[in-house]
């Protein structure tokens, strides 16, 4: 008798690397999700800040790519309170100069994102 019930995520069965796109317009998710499965990368999506968290959590991606002024929830938040739940997160935030500017005046590095250059 066959199980039909997997267990294992899709991420692991195909041995690719795991996108989560985060961003609130459709067609953006659908260029990225484009461009990135044509090299050869799994791709998930999320439409809002609240839904980036759970399927971070969830799927436990390689690296997200996140719009910052996300409905629910901005990315800024969202990337914080995903990262003060892990070891490790690969992430690139996309912030307009106002998004920058409102987002910062949070003081993101409470929360645990730091910055790389």
Avoid at 14 to 26: C, G, K, W, Y
Avoid at 82 to 109: G, I, K
């Amino acid at each position: 008798m066959i199980n039909a019930t997997k267990t294992t995520p899709p991420r692991y069965a195909s041995e690719r690397p795991l996108v989560l796109v985060a961003d609130d317009h459709e067609d953006t998710r659908l260029l990225y999700r484009t461009v990135i499965e044509t090299r050869g990368y799994f791709v998930i999506e999320a439409a809002d800040g609240e839904e980036t968290v759970r399927n971070a959590e969830s799927a436990r991606p390689d690296l997200i790519l996140m719009d910052g002024s996300l409905p629910r929830m901005s990315g800024l938040d969202a990337l914080g309170r995903y990262a003060a739940r892990q070891t490790s997160v690969m992430c690139r935030l996309s912030l307009s100069p106002a998004t920058l500017e409102q987002s910062f005046s949070h003081s993101p590095t409470k929360q645990g994102v730091t910055s790389t250059s």
